[in-house]
């Protein structure tokens, strides 16, 4: 079971830290993912981290802008978002996946909302 926390209103520019505590299961042997939906959009793949951690991956639009990073033994994933854009506006949602990329998740958590204004 996978729980976000951590959206919100933000100002552009600003930014946001998103959370996403994992339980019932062996995080650590998960990659895991996040993911954002923007209104009247499909589905977007953001982010993804190996199990260890030696291995992150951000898509073009948000590589410099975002860190993911994973504390094992907390069993959380984190997402931090600076210079956030309104174009970032979506639901955050974060994933496991026992395979890598993580792009067909075996586990999603039920989305945080982050809006970003202008």
């Known amino acids: 079971q996978l729980a976000e926390s951590g959206g919100g209103l933000v100002q552009a520019g600003g930014s946001l830290r998103l959370s996403c505590a994992a339980s019932?299961?062996?995080?650590?042997?998960?990659?895991m993912g996040w993911f954002r939906q923007a209104p009247g959009k499909e589905r977007e793949f953001v982010a993804a981290i190996r199990r260890s951690a030696q291995y992150t991956y951000y898509v073009p639009s948000v590589k410099g802008r975002f860190t993911i990073s994973r504390d094992n033994a907390k069993n959380t994933v984190y997402l931090l978002m600076n210079r956030l854009k309104p174009g970032d506006t979506a639901v955050y949602y974060c994933?496991?996946?026992?395979?890598?990329?993580?792009?067909?998740?075996?586990?999603w958590g039920q989305g945080t909302q982050v809006t970003v204004s202008s």
């Open positions: 019932g299961g062996a995080f650590n042997t998960y990659a």
């Open positions: 994933a496991a996946d026992s395979s890598w990329p993580p792009l067909a998740p075996d586990y």
